[in-house]
């Protein structure tokens, strides 16, 4: 059984998530490959998301961690945002 993550950890992966969805590229033309990168970015921003969701549920979690998860919430909001609309431009 895997070991779990602790509330720390859980927020350090979200934010390299968040990174790896900004680092996909950006497919040329607007067919299949476009669909197929927003579903990678939106897949990538979701398991961001999971990792984070509960961390504002634990009692026994300080405020702090709390607050950064939180923030990377809102973080993974707009990045989605930003990364799926700055590839429409492209």
Do not use: C
């Not at 680092?23 to 990168?37: K, L, Q, R």
């Not at 939180?70 to 431009?89: G, H, Q």
């Amino acid at each position: 059984m895997a070991k779990p993550m602790t509330p720390e950890k859980r927020v350090s992966k979200a934010r390299e998530l968040i990174e790896k969805a900004h680092e996909i590229p950006v497919p040329t033309s607007v067919g299949w490959e476009y669909f197929s990168y927003t579903a990678q970015v939106k897949d990538t921003l979701k398991q961001a998301f999971e990792l984070v969701k509960l961390i504002n549920h634990s009692p026994s979690t300080p405020d702090e961690v709390k607050a950064d998860a939180r923030a990377v919430i809102e973080e993974i909001a707009v990045a989605e945002k930003e990364i799926l609309r700055s590839s429409k431009k492209a």
